[in-house]
T-cell receptor, first 117, second 109 residues
Framework: GAVVSQHPSWVICKSGTSVKIECRSLDFQATTMFWYRQFPKQSLMLMATSNEGSKATYEQGVEKDKFLINHASLTLSTLTVTSAHPEDSSFYIC?????????????FGQGTRLTVV | QKEVEQDPGPLSVPEGAIVSLNCTYSNSAFQYFMWYRQYSRKGPELLMYTYSSGNKEDGRFTAQVDKSSKYISLFIRDSQPSDSATYLCAMRAGNMLTFGGGTRLMVKP
């Protein structure tokens, strides 16, 4: 299957600082990338959808100014958590969509565990 | 009511058992149905992908879709301890992917 690389896999930062998470599709061009947040023992919650060269579409309740998404190319999207606070500590996962047989599948990155202290 | 319902488990079975995981949904617009496996602290891994009603088999895994009943299943034959993970069903309508809550599976040696 297609490979999506997410970096870093874990990060610890101080409250008030910003953290950038990268999501790369390694062997395909991703028309759309998605960012999710997952709390322990819960399912994935979609935060935003981004298309290359366009502004991201955020889900209701997700602060645009806090979670900055940049989809600069067909293989790279970044999520920046600005002025992080302890309540932002979570598991963040990206996914990228490829096309197969006219339909689309989404492949996920390995996830990034963010801990804000 | 959630669009996609999935029993959270945990589901505990002995090694070698047949496992049945299920999801129900309410949105008739869902056209694509997927099962993901997620190990602890890892991203989800796509296991099965189906479009139409019926069965699709891949090794020890069989995905079943019944659109008339809005019900999908994942069967795992000859379950192994390495199958212990959380299994997430997911469904797509247009550009939107909706996940079930996930079922935690434990396969005991």
């Amino acid at each position: 299957g297609a490979v999506v690389s997410q970096h870093p896999s874990w990060v610890i930062c101080k409250s008030g600082t910003s953290v950038k998470i990268e999501c790369r599709s390694l062997d395909f061009q991703a028309t759309t990338m998605f960012w999710y947040r997952q709390f322990p023992k819960q399912s994935l919650m979609l935060m935003a959808t981004s298309n290359e060269g366009s502004k991201a579409t955020y889900e209701q309740g997700v602060e645009k100014d806090k979670f900055l998404i940049n989809h600069a190319s067909l293989t790279l999207s970044t999520l920046t958590v600005t002025s992080a606070h302890p309540e932002d500590s979570s598991f963040y996962i990206c996914s990228a969509r490829t096309r197969e047989g006219g339909s689309t599948e989404a492949f996920f990155g390995q996830g990034t565990r963010l801990t804000v202290v | 009511q959630k669009e996609v319902e999935q029993d959270p488990g945990p589901l505990s079975v002995p090694e070698g058992a047949i496992v049945s995981l299920n999801c129900t949904y309410s949105n008739s617009a869902f056209q694509y149905f997927m099962w993901y496996r997620q190990y602890s602290r890892k991203g989800p891994e796509l296991l099965m992908y189906t479009y139409s009603s019926g069965n699709k088999e891949d090794g020890r895994f069989t995905a079943q879709v019944d659109k008339s009943s809005k019900y999908i299943s994942l069967f795992i034959r000859d379950s192994q301890p390495s199958d212990s993970a959380t299994y997430l069903c997911a469904m797509r309508a247009g550009n939107m992917l909706t996940f079930g809550g996930g079922t935690r599976l434990m396969v005991k040696p």
